[in-house]
């Protein structure tokens, strides 16, 4: 087997390329190194967290059962609702309900209008046909937040299983696990920095009964070799990673950033705390009405058609953009910050008043 340590993911990966492996002697390494790490009984690794919602789904509806794996994701013969809070149906691309009808399970979504409530949660838990209670711990959630230590005992009330899609928690594993929930979902690819690939986190029997589904539907959701071996390499610098230095930076970098957006007219910057307790915040523009600055929408398609091309969130309702700094050398945040303030004195220049000139 490779010795990933100290490799970094990069050479990992590549010379996994080169060579041949058990993909069960690499995912219960996986297992091993991911209970180490968060005190949970087991782990996997698959395609990616959406595949992961798939799995856990599928699972929640076949168990073991060969028959029942080979037969999704054509579900007619087992309980096959999935509950979701209301506020929970997110979109990272697709929405999450398509990841539940993919396993062959039908999505029924508890509350409405983004708002669910223990109640809501308990009326649509009591259906007899239902397989599992899937939540999302996300940035992307809206409305009234779902207590999910509440929301898990609820499903474990009516012998469910509850999976939590902490797409992008792997800082805060053990945080999701002790709401009791039998598996939590991250991407790898996110914050963990290796190759595409997500992982399956939680109780034994949970952990075996996706990987079972390898026989199944997970056939084709399967993790690579070299995504295995690359998740192997991130944990290993993840163990080895001062976190509180990390964050140190992390704070650094935000407070430097919202400094420097001081001296450019017409934008409002604040530092912006992750609304789902990551240990991280970002940086907030407001962009303001009173100065010729172009709108949020425009400065962001500004930014991505620059070279290098600069990629920021945008929140259309408040005319604000949200801005990332984790993956950001100190290099690329001078360039961003350079890229902004150019872009700020060129939409002066065009629509210039003496008020907008002095200001400057
Ligand atoms: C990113 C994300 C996903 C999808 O993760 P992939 O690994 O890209 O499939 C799912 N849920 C949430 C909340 C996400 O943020």
């Known amino acids: 087997m ?3 340590h100290s490799l970094g993911v990069g050479r990992s990966v590549s010379e996994a390329l080169t060579q041949f492996f058990l993909i069960d002697e690499l ?4 297992s091993k190194v991911v209970a180490h790490m968060t005190g949970a009984e087991a782990a996997a690794v698959v395609h990616c967290t959406s595949a992961g919602i798939t799995l856990a789904v599928a699972s929640a509806m076949a168990g073991d059962n060969p028959s029942k794996i080979a037969s999704l994701p054509d ?6 609702r999935v509950v979701i809070p209301a506020c929970h149906v997110v979109n990272y691309g697709h929405s999450i309900l398509t990841d539940i009808r993919l396993a062959g399970a039908t999505p029924v979504v508890a509350g409405r209008d983004k708002s669910c409530t223990a109640y809501d949660l308990q009326d649509a838990l009591a259906d007899t046909r239902t397989a599992c209670l899937l939540l999302v711990s996300s940035r992307l959630v809206q409305g009234n937040p779902v207590d999910l230590s509440e929301a898990v005992t609820l499903a474990h009330k009516r012998n469910l299983p509850a999976f939590i899609d902490g797409a992008a928690q792997d800082m805060r594993i053990p945080e999701l696990l002790a709401t009791g929930a039998d598996l939590v979902l991250v991407s790898a690819q996110k914050y963990l920095a290796s190759p595409t690939a997500g992982l399956i986190i939680g109780r034994r029997a949970c952990v075996q009964a996706c990987r079972a589904q390898e026989q199944g539907i997970g ?11 690359g998740v192997l390499a991130a944990l290993d610098e993840r ?5 509180t230095a990390w964050r140190a930076e992390q704070d650094r970098k935000v407070h430097w950033f919202v400094k420097q957006m001081s001296g ?10 992750d609304p789902t307790g990551a240990l991280f915040s970002r940086v907030h523009l407001r962009i303001e009405p009173v100065h010729r600055f172009p709108t949020a929408s425009a400065l962001a398609q500004a930014l991505r058609s620059g070279n290098p091309s600069v990629w920021v969130g945008e929140h259309t309702a408040e005319n604000s953009l949200i801005l990332e700094l984790v993956p950001l050398s100190r290099e690329e945040l001078h360039r961003v910050v350079e890229r902004i303030s150019e872009l700020g004195r060129q939409s002066h220049q065009v629509g210039q008043t003496p008020a907008t000139l002095h200001r400057e």
């Open 75 to 80: 579900s007619s013969d087992m309980p096959n």
């Open 239 to 243: 163990q080895r990673l001062d976190i």
């Open 264 to 273: 450019v007219a017409g934008i409002k910057a604040s530092e912006m705390p």
């Open 27 to 30: 995912q219960s390494e996986i």
């Open 2 to 4: 490779i010795n990933s």
């Open 219 to 229: 056939r084709a959701m399967k993790a690579t070799k070299e995504a295995i071996v």
